[in-house]
């Protein structure tokens, strides 16, 4: 399965560039027929600028459709990172994925929002997990912070996903953690990480970068650096199976003695 995952520098509240610009890099990426294209979180605007509410989509209504439209016209699965999105008077973090027909197959909002970084006083958190097919191969996401909580992400793979995509505006001060992260959720799910990043930066955030596909052992197939890159890498899902055979840590695990409250 191929897979293209865009690092990119978007601008903060500049929404049309930012839409023309995936558009461009979902056009130019679709040449080389991949199967899946990712993109980073919050490309609709960036992470994110003050007037955030009024920015946002609302419903997802235009990420959708473009999403849709994307897919379709050029007959690839897209994981479309994730977009502001405003529901109902909230605020949301909101992933969509299209399949190449120009279906919305799955949708999933950020559920661990950056206290930090005062996320959670602007947006609302999701409430369940995102898990869906393409190709008939079962996947999963979270989006960003989300991979910080390794329960979280053992409960995507339980689903039984054979990917995990990671869309992320990750900051350069904390890039290490990023790789390592990364690294430590496949190796100990046995899954294929593709973890896509954004880079460059505003006037309070610098992004950074290094995208990374990882396969089940934990080897990093494609790492990007600092700046824009569109990452590819050719995965063999086959090598799931095979790992998980070798070390069977589902079979071995207790999780009747895990309290996890």
């Known amino acids: ?37 990712v993109l980073p979180e919050m490309w609709n605007t960036s992470f994110y600028p003050d007037n955030i509410r009024e920015l946002a989509d609302e419903d997802g ?28 008077g909230k605020l949301y973090n909101t992933m969509y994925v299209a399949d190449r027909s120009g279906h919305i197959v799955s949708s999933y909002d950020k559920v661990h929002l950056f206290a930090p970084g005062h996320e959670d006083e602007k947006f ?21 912070y989300d991979v910080r909580f390794p329960e979280w992400v053992r409960m995507a793979t339980l689903t039984g996903a054979q990917i995990i995509f990671v869309p992320a505006a990750w900051p350069a001060s904390r890039v290490d953690h990023w790789c390592i992260l990364n690294q430590a959720r496949a190796i100990e799910n046995q ?12 006037d309070s955030m610098q992004f950074g970068g ?6 089940p052992w934990g080897n990093v197939l494609a790492q990007g650096g600092d700046g824009e890159e569109m990452l590819r890498a050719d995965i063999d899902l086959d090598s799931v199976t095979d790992i998980r055979s070798r070390i069977n840590i589902f079979h071995d695990r207790q999780p009747g003695l895990y309290d996890l409250t």
Request: glycine share 8%.
């Open 1 to 37: 399965m191929k897979i293209a995952a865009a690092q990119m520098s978007l601008r903060l509240g500049d929404v049309e560039h930012n839409y023309k610009q995936v558009e461009d890099w979902i056009r130019n990426a679709a040449q080389e027929r991949p199967d899946i294209i």
């Open 61 to 88: 209504r235009r990420t959708q459709a473009f999403l849709s439209e994307s897919a379709a016209r050029f007959g690839v699965h897209i994981v479309g990172g994730s977009a502001a999105v405003r529901r109902e």
């Open 124 to 144: 609302t958190p999701g409430t369940k997990g995102c898990a869906f097919s393409l190709d008939g191969i079962p996947m999963a996401a979270v989006i960003c």
């Open 191 to 202: 899954l294929f990480i593709v973890a896509v990043n954004s880079c460059g930066s505003t």
């Open 210 to 215: 290094h995208s990374m596909i990882i396969d």
